[in-house]
């Protein structure tokens, strides 16, 4: 029955028959422990370590004798799930029986420790295992070098591969491939790439995996050509290409590359290579990148017609590419095609159109895609709001901006600078100065610090309105350097007079200063314009 189990929920049925039949039949059925051995060998490939917690208590429970088989699966399948605490009572229990830990035993707590993280124990067992009369082997160092390789410690585990040839042992695929990949993720492909060259010489063919490592590393460098290369080298040695090398190599070419991705791609479906989401997604990614807008709505619709549906990450760098060259309708549309799906738009793809549509002036629009937003259970951000807000200071609508504003905190949400700065444009557009000092000082209280575009908006209205001097007493409270309107008023004594104020005050750096006093008549602004989202 046992051997008869491929899945995890055979290996269940197949126990509780087991204890069934025990139950009924008592000690005439009871198990040898050689069946014991086997059944909890068996579900420790499935790392089902609560069956075998069961199985291991009936064993006893039948007045066996646990051996050293025993206690080694349970050491090991402990280990592999990180329950330290739990492996190391099975491996006192076989201390206190007077059984001598072996090799299997030792590689088991070394695995233990390099899951758990602790690599300083695991490097002190494997070093400590010829004076506890256990012989490292291959796998006791590939154990190791995957956890210093993970821990990005590729350094440690190239001295570990050099520790296990001097120690008589061989490195196999698995070792190389891991120190491969811990190379490449530390940019080292030149050395990952000597490795590759050293497989053969010590009669280790590489796979697919390996081959692919080296791809994948050199792809995240830019470097394409030499990515092929190692796709050609694979090729020659009789190593077959498989998807993930396809779609690593196009999601490099895509990466500006977008016409040798094509071919590449073509050139794969001749070989019988079928495209997946990944596949087209990177194609899509590619064209966007590129702004080739059509090119990517082309291979949107291919996939559509393979039955192969875009992710929300594909259909977000899409809709944005489509807002950035103002065909906010189409991106419009592809939100509707999202939600006919039952794909749920996250946040960010929800404000791109919202934003797209007040940029162009449609605001009406942008406030329904605002409804629908919340209809369909997705939460504005700040960034929602203050592209609303924007939109309708922009149309003339203060007073629906200034409610936004009270829904947004009725919501949760602290509006941000940028919000704070575009209501006090949209009230300074309409010389309601009250109002405007009122909203700054409010963005203080929320515990917001206004930034140079905040102080810019305000004083630069106040001095076309000529009320320089009001302007003058708001940013000497503020200690701020103050804008060229100023002397255009004929405030120009003032302005030197504050300006040196500020640099006692480190508001203004000297060098600054002595260029403000050379201007003479026109003060440059040392603040940019207002910018939006």
């Known amino acids: 029955?046992?051997?008869?189990?491929?899945?995890?929920?055979?290996?269940?049925?197949?126990?509780?028959?087991?204890?069934?039949?025990?139950r009924t039949g008592g000690a005439r059925l009871a198990l040898s422990p050689k069946c014991y051995n086997f059944a909890l060998r068996s579900l420790s490939r499935f790392d089902m370590t609560e069956c075998m917690g069961k199985v291991y208590s009936q064993l006893v429970q039948d007045g066996l004798l646990p051996d050293t088989v025993t206690y080694n699966t349970m050491i090991m399948a402990y280990c592999k799930e990180g329950s330290l605490a739990i492996a190391h009572r099975y491996f006192q229990l076989l201390r206190e029986s007077g059984m001598e830990l072996d090799t299997f035993t030792c590689n088991a707590l070394v695995l233990g420790?390099?899951?758990?993280?602790?690599?300083?124990?695991?490097?002190?067992?494997?070093?400590?295992?010829?004076?506890?009369?256990?012989?490292?082997?291959?796998?006791?160092?590939?154990?190791?070098i995957q956890g210093l390789c993970e821990a990005r410690r590729v350094w440690e585990a190239l001295v570990l591969l050099f520790?296990?040839?001097?120690?008589?042992?061989?490195?196999?695929?698995?070792?190389?491939?891991?120190?491969?990949?811990?190379?490449?993720?530390?940019?080292?492909?030149?050395?990952?790439?000597?490795?590759?060259?050293?497989?053969?010489?010590?009669?280790?063919?590489?796979?697919?995996?390996t081959y692919n490592t080296m791809i994948d590393?050199?792809?995240?460098?830019?470097?394409?050509?030499?990515?092929?290369?190692?796709?050609?080298?694979?090729?020659?040695?009789?190593?077959?290409p498989d998807d993930w090398t396809y779609n690593s190599l196009i999601h490099g070419l895509c990466?500006?590359?977008?016409?040798?991705?094509?071919?590449?791609?073509?050139?794969?479906?001749?070989?019988?290579?079928?495209?997946?989401?990944?596949?087209?997604?990177?194609?899509?990614?590619?064209?966007?990148?590129?702004?080739?807008?059509?090119?990517?709505?082309?291979v949107k619709n291919i996939m559509m017609s393979s039955k192969c549906k875009l992710d929300l990450q594909a259909y977000g760098v899409l809709i944005n590419v489509l807002i950035k060259k103002d065909r906010v309708k189409e991106a419009k549309e592809t939100l509707n095609e999202i939600l006919s799906y039952g794909?749920?738009?996250?946040?960010?793809?929800?404000?791109?159109?919202?934003?797209?549509?007040?940029?162009?002036?449609?605001?009406?629009?942008?406030?329904?895609?605002?409804?629908?937003?919340?209809?369909?259970?997705?939460?504005?951000?700040?960034?929602?709001?203050?592209?609303?807000?924007?939109?309708?200071?922009?149309?003339?609508?203060l007073h629906k901006a200034m409610a936004l504003i009270t829904k947004m905190q009725e919501d949760g949400i602290t509006p941000s600078v940028i919000t704070y700065t575009t209501l006090i444009q949209g009230?300074?557009?309409?010389?309601?100065?009250?109002?405007?000092?009122?909203?700054?000082?409010?963005?203080?209280?929320?515990?917001?610090?206004?930034?140079?575009?905040?102080?810019?908006?305000?004083?630069?209205?106040?001095?076309k309105s000529r009320r320089a001097e009001e302007?003058?007493?708001?940013?000497?409270?503020?200690?701020?350097?103050?804008?060229?309107?100023?002397?255009?008023?004929?405030?120009?004594?003032?302005?030197?007079?504050?300006?040196?104020?500020?640099?006692?005050?480190?508001?203004l750096p000297m060098k600054r200063y002595t260029q403000c006093l050379s201007s003479a008549v026109v003060i440059p602004s040392f603040f940019t314009r207002p910018r939006h989202l």
């Not at 404000?351 to 449609?362: A, F, P, V």
């Not at 937003?373 to 200071?393: A, K």
């Open 163 to 209: 520790m296990m040839q001097q120690d008589g042992c061989s490195p196999n695929l698995h070792t190389y491939t891991l120190l491969m990949k811990g190379l490449c993720k530390e940019s080292r492909i030149v050395d990952a790439r000597a490795l590759l060259d050293e497989m053969p010489q010590r009669g280790v063919v590489p796979s697919v995996w």
């Open 217 to 240: 590393g050199y792809c995240k460098l830019g470097r394409t050509k030499d990515a092929l290369g190692i796709k050609s080298l694979m090729e020659g040695n009789g190593c077959d």
């Open 471 to 507: 302007a003058y007493s708001f940013l000497e409270r503020k200690g701020v350097v103050l804008t060229k309107d100023f002397a255009k008023q004929h405030v120009l004594e003032k302005h030197v007079h504050f300006l040196i104020i500020c640099v006692k005050k480190v508001y």
């Open 1 to 22: 029955m046992i051997k008869c189990s491929d899945t995890a929920e055979d290996m269940r049925e197949a126990v509780d028959a087991i204890q069934a039949i025990r």
């Open 343 to 397: 794909l749920a738009p996250n946040v960010v793809i929800y404000t791109s159109i919202i934003d797209g549509y007040c940029k162009i002036g449609k605001v009406g629009a942008a406030l329904e895609v605002f409804k629908l937003m919340e209809h369909e259970g997705c939460r504005p951000n700040v960034w929602t709001y203050s592209s609303l807000i924007y939109g309708l200071i922009q149309d003339q609508k």
């Open 255 to 298: 990466d500006g590359k977008t016409n040798e991705a094509e071919e590449l791609l073509d050139s794969a479906i001749a070989r019988g290579f079928k495209p997946t989401v990944v596949t087209f997604t990177n194609m899509i990614n590619g064209y966007c990148k590129a702004e080739r807008i059509d090119d990517a709505l082309r």
């Open 113 to 144: 420790y390099c899951r758990t993280g602790d690599l300083r124990k695991a490097c002190w067992l494997l070093l400590m295992m010829p004076l506890l009369g256990c012989k490292r082997n291959e796998y006791s160092y590939t154990i190791v």
């Open 427 to 463: 009230q300074c557009n309409r010389h309601d100065f009250d109002n405007a000092f009122r909203l700054f000082e409010m963005m203080e209280q929320n515990g917001l610090t206004p930034d140079e575009q905040a102080y810019n908006v305000l004083t630069d209205a106040l001095c």
